[in-house]
């Protein structure tokens, strides 16, 4: 009985020696054989194509913004590097100086500093009063000299008729001389008669040109004197550029050449074109002693700098809004006259002039800053 019973009953070890019983796999993991793909509805499949669709574009864009950037940024070096450029141009314009022909005191005074006044227009007004008296007596000299002139003239002309019994050759003779005396006095009272006229009118000082009057320093009731600048006037329609360019680009400008101009103060492009190129410079070794004799600088240092060469440009379109003073700062540059350049549009071109000059003024500035930095 007792080993019967020992024999039925397992002990710990005979268990975990035993196969390793495993847990019944679940049926929703269990990997069976796979049937055919479910058929997916058309709205699906049409959102999948335009996912497609959508995951295209951006690389279309990618190349769009590669194939503008490329030229854009092939025209920009171009510009920087092989048009003739320069940081160094000047707006100019003629200065016309009013002086009075006559002395006298200003009664009228119309115009205001900075004010635009028209050719023609009356700028100063000097009291005519004395001017008028003169021609008055100016006036009265001609009439006594005219019938002085006439009697003279009556009385040799008579003298001439007599015979030589009556009046002798010498008495005609002085007659005659005193006609032509008469004659030359009235002549002159007639030039009298004209320079006061002439002075008359020199009391009323107009404008010779369209212009703003600028530096206006004279006041009404001011005496002024003959000859002495009283009002000057920026002629409107004479303005240009002077770019002071190096010789060195002096090889691609040519008179015709389109210019933009871009001013300091305004982002708008000025356009105009090369009227001409200066001949000649100050030369300090030309410079001739006491003797006619040149003065030449003996010290030549190898670090030759380039001149600078006066290109006059012609002002061809002025933007709305921009107001030209001469003496303001401005950046020229000479596009060259090809075919590709003369085809592109407006707008390219003024972009195209903005970057480059932003990019010039930064590479100065980064080139000003490491020189002080130096220092």
Known sequence: ???????????????????????????????????????????????????????????????????????????????????????????????????????????????????????????????????????????????????????????????????????????????????????????????????????????????????YVTNLMAQRGDYVAAGQDRISLVDADSFWVDGYFEETNLGGIHEGDPASIKLMGYSQIVRGHVDSIARGINVENAQPNQQGLATVNPIFTWVRLAQRIPVRIHLDEVPAGVVLAAGMTATAQIVPRSALQLHNPGWLMDLQTNLVSYLRDIRHGLLSTAEYSDD
């Open 1 to 211: 009985m007792n080993d019967t019973a020992t024999q039925a009953i397992p002990t710990s070890t005979d268990v975990k020696s035993g196969p390793e019983l495993k847990a019944p796999a679940s049926p929703e993991i269990s990997k069976g054989p796979t049937g055919p793909e479910p058929i997916r509805p058309p709205e699906q499949a049409n959102r999948g194509r335009a996912s497609r669709h959508l995951r295209i574009f951006p690389f279309l864009i990618t190349l769009m913004a590669i194939a503008l950037a490329v030229p854009l940024a092939w025209m920009m070096w171009g510009a920087y590097m092989g048009a003739p450029w320069t940081r160094d141009a000047t707006v100019r314009a003629y200065v016309v100086t009013m002086a009075p022909e006559i002395s006298g005191r200003i009664v009228e005074l119309p115009v205001a500093d900075n004010q635009l006044v028209h050719k023609g227009d009356l700028l100063m007004l000097i009291d005519p009063t004395n001017f008028q008296i003169e021609v008055k007596l100016a006036q009265a000299a001609v009439d006594q000299a005219k019938a002085t002139a006439q009697n003279a003239q009556a009385q040799s002309n008579r003298r001439q008729n007599l015979t030589d019994l009556a009046a002798s050759d010498e008495v005609k003779q002085n007659f005659k001389s005193s006609s032509v005396s008469a004659d030359a006095a009235y002549r002159q009272a007639l030039a009298n008669l004209d320079q006061a006229r002439v002075n008359l009118e020199r009391t009323r000082i107009v404008s010779p040109v369209n212009g």
